[in-house]
């Protein structure tokens, strides 16, 4: 190119000699008069003066004209430039006549369904203003039908037509026919003995072609997609050892006639090395014993990357928990070919220890600074820990007040200072809904319910339910100070009148109560509720009366301590942790005397990628105690969205004479999950339930009397939940394994709040 480029310029010199040297050999040394300019259309005569350094003033010069022709060519405008001179009365003109290249006027595309209009002007060299050139026309056509065979459009076509106008500008238009995508038919490998396809397959994004491919649009070609399936094959087999590995550049085999691709992966794996030796070069402020306990690399194990580098970051979490914030480890691997092994050490660089400078919180429009502040398990001035940080961002997530929570840290004033800045995205906490609608029973319903999560941005919780009809008012109202006087401790008071529907019978409850509750360390609480409640049972049949089962009002007033551990990474939508809570009921301070037990265990771990996998179980045990037999609205009710999905009450448990539902007083839920987050607000899974209601009753054909793992229903199903406006909500289809004559095959259940 530069040797092309040289010729050109010589020729280029050579014409401007030929053609200034009659044109100004008479003239040579004259003063100049006036310059002009003819000839140009597009480019301004003020912007081609500008590069003219023969001015009026000036002596005439061939070699000066000469440059001032290379300048005006440089500005790749003009395809032709000469100068002729004049005298005139007024003195020496100089005349530079120019013929400008054609620029390219308008640019139409059409056709372009699948791919946007403005992806396809930012590869092509055809710009509106830009001088036009032949050649702009076939790279601009290659440029497009790349960009199309990325895409998977492996048969587009293109066509480019120029249309010159009066304005020596050349309009273009770009005709485009798409066709379809071209599928991936057949995903192979060569060279791969170790390792099979399915394995390899598994990491790529690239697919191929299925039945339901048209729903999600997989086993399409791309070519980015691919390039990066290459490093995550090369990854998956620096993770199995074979660490000189090398993934060549892909064949792509496209059958026009089918419309089809095959994709061969040439690989070639070279050996497996297992580690030999692994020495932890650390100090005293964290010991060997904690780092290899944390680790999960082992000498004489195959050598793994991934392994190793959530090792890496765990011993700098070791240190970081110690004050250590900057600790750097950095891994040294030796390979040797000879035995195939790896001597693997790491340097750790401790840095200097740091402590808590400046806590700094932004984003929090509505919510008090402290309601934040006191989440955080860091304090100012204390020696930093990183353990704690990361608890710090759980616990203000896990508020529900903020969409987003970021927390970042940087050197405050002093070198041994770590100020920390949490910036929070608020969302909205409050809630409200309004339902209408009529029954010839209760006649005209108004339903309504108004819940604010952060009241005054205070942190308390407030919440107002009513259900409202002619025959029927329901009416629920709680109050929650979460931490009172910024303390650990909770308080919380409630006041109900609310009407249950059991088919069997009916309960209107009316009272109040109060909770108090304490933090007894991180992830522990205990919890303290008083209730009192008059309920009237109705609705009973005079010939299914018994001591639990019949109409009349009673008093119940009971006390309820629990124990709760609850370790969730994040509560409205976990991924991993514990959560256990323990408690029994105790009513007799007045009234009906009975007790109440309960277990309830959830538990959540990460499976593949996103996959979630989370298991539910409780149990519930409840009697009379007094000479006081249990009453049939304190008895257990299974069948619903947080329950037994794909049942509802009326399938699950002993039954009357009239085949409705009358509870139990013990049993037994579990629930398995597999979710999947699509955002960090939605998410959808599958899930399988198992559980019963054990009791007597008239009809136990479906149960037993007392705890029986053999005489359980069960379901599968699949659902969605979602963060809305008005709250968590919730979406499920259950149908049961096991129906009944009489019973529907399964069941859609709408769910307001967390799943379990």
């Keep these: 190119m530069v040797k092309k480029a040289h010729?050109?310029?010589?020729?280029?010199?050579?014409?401007?000699?030929?053609?200034?040297?009659?044109?100004?050999?008479?003239?040579?040394?004259?003063?100049i008069q006036s310059v002009k300019v003819v000839g140009n259309k597009r480019i301004d005569e003020s912007t081609i003066l500008y590069y003219i350094k023969s001015k009026p003033g000036t002596s005439l010069s061939k070699r000066q004209i000469r440059e001032d022709i290379e300048q005006i060519y440089s500005l790749g405008q003009f395809k032709d430039i000469r100068v002729e001179t004049h005298n005139t009365l007024k003195g020496l003109e100089v005349e530079f006549y120019v013929e400008e290249i054609s620029s390219v006027g308008d640019v139409e595309i059409s056709g372009n369904d699948k791919v946007d209009a403005n992806d396809i002007r930012e590869k092509i060299g055809l710009k509106r203003g830009t001088a036009f050139n032949e050649h702009l026309i076939q790279e601009s056509n290659e440029e497009i039908l790349k960009l199309y065979r990325e895409k998977g459009y492996f048969f587009a076509q293109t066509n480019i037509d120029t249309q010159p106008n009066q304005d020596n500008l050349v309009n273009i238009t770009i005709r485009i026919k798409e066709g379809e995508k071209v599928k991936i038919e057949k995903v192979r490998f060569s060279g791969n003995k170790a390792i099979p396809d399915k394995d390899l397959r598994d990491q790529m994004e690239t697919e191929e072609e299925?039945?339901?491919?048209?729903l999600d649009d997989s086993g399409v070609y791309q070519k980015d997609i691919l390039k990066l399936d290459l490093f995550r094959i090369?990854?998956?087999?620096?993770?199995?050892?074979?660490l000189r590995v090398k993934v060549l550049e892909p064949r792509i085999d496209i059958n026009q006639k089918a419309r089809e691709i095959h994709i061969t992966v040439p690989v070639e794996e070279g050996p497996q090395f297992r580690v030999k030796t692994m020495e932890i070069q650390g100090d005293a402020a964290v010991s060997?014993?904690?780092?290899?306990?944390?680790?999960?690399?082992?000498?004489?194990?195959?050598?793994?990357?991934?392994?190793?580098r959530q090792d890496i970051l765990a011993i700098t979490d070791l240190y970081s928990q110690k004050g250590y914030a900057y600790a750097d480890a950095n891994p040294i691997s030796q390979l040797n070919d000879e035995d195939r092994t790896v001597d693997l050490s790491v340097e750790i660089d401790k840095g200097k220890k740091v402590y808590v400078g400046n806590i700094e919180i932004l984003g929090n429009i509505k919510t008090r600074d402290n309601v934040i502040r006191r989440e955080f398990r860091l304090k100012e001035g204390e020696v930093f820990d990183g353990s704690k940080l990361k608890r710090s961002k759980q616990r203000i997530n896990n508020l529900n007040y903020f969409e987003d929570v970021k927390i970042d840290t940087h050197r405050g004033q002093d070198p041994d200072l770590i100020d920390v800045l949490a910036t929070v995205t608020e969302r909205p906490t409050g809630s409200f809904s309004v339902g209408v609608g009529f029954s010839s029973i209760e006649n005209f319903i108004f339903s309504t319910s108004v819940t604010q999560d952060n009241l005054f941005g205070n942190g308390q919780r407030l919440s107002l339910n009513a259900h409202l009809s002619s025959i029927r008012t329901d009416f629920k109202i709680n109050f929650t100070e979460p931490r009172l006087f910024d303390s650990e401790i909770s308080f919380g008071v409630d006041a109900f009148n609310e009407d249950q529907d059991y088919i069997s019978f009916d309960a209107q409850s009316t009272g109040g109560g109060f909770r108090l509750g304490k933090n007894l360390s991180e992830y522990d609480s205990i919890n303290f509720k008083y209730r009192l409640a008059n309920v009237e049972t109705s609705g009973v049949d005079a010939s299914d009366e018994t001591e639990f089962f019949k109409n009349g009002t009673r008093l119940t007033s009971r006390i309820a301590p629990t124990y709760v551990y609850d370790s969730r990474d994040n509560f409205l939508n976990p991924s991993s942790g514990w959560r256990h809570v323990v408690g029994f009921e105790l009513a007799g301070l007045g009234g009906t005397k009975f007790t109440k037990h309960f277990y309830e265990v959830t538990y959540y771990h990460p499976l593949v990628g996103k996959l979630v996998a989370a298991a539910h179980a409780r149990i519930n045990y409840a009697d009379g105690y007094g000479n006081d037999k249990l009453p049939a609205f304190e008895r257990f009710f299974m069948g619903g969205p947080t329950s037994l999905r794909g049942f509802n009450i009326g399938d699950v448990?002993?039954?009357?004479?009239?085949?409705?539902?009358?509870?139990?007083?013990?049993?037994?839920?579990?629930?398995?999950?597999v979710q999947y987050p699509f955002t960090k607000s939605f998410r959808g899974f599958v899930f399988y339930d198992r559980g019963n209601i054990y009791g007597g009753g008239f009809d136990t054909s479906t149960t037993s009397n007392t705890f029986d793992l053999g005489e359980m229903r069960s379901s599968i199903g699949a659902g969605i939940r979602f963060i809305s406006p008005f709250g968590p909500l919730g979406f499920a289809y259950g149908i049961k394994l096991d129906k009944k004559s009489g019973e529907e095959a399964a069941e859609f259940h709408f769910s307001a709040g967390s799943a379990f």
Excluded: C
């Design 7 to 31: 010729i050109f310029f010589a020729i280029l010199i050579g014409v401007i000699l030929l053609v200034t040297a009659p044109l100004l050999s008479a003239q040579e040394g004259e003063n």
């Design 210 to 214: 299925t039945w339901y491919s048209f």
């Design 234 to 242: 090369e990854g998956y087999y620096h993770d199995h050892g074979y």
């Design 288 to 308: 060997q014993d904690e780092i290899q306990k944390s680790i999960q690399t082992k000498v004489g194990e195959i050598y793994n990357v991934s392994r190793l």
């Design 653 to 673: 448990g002993p039954k009357n004479d009239d085949d409705d539902p009358i509870g139990g007083n013990q049993s037994l839920l579990f629930n398995l999950e």
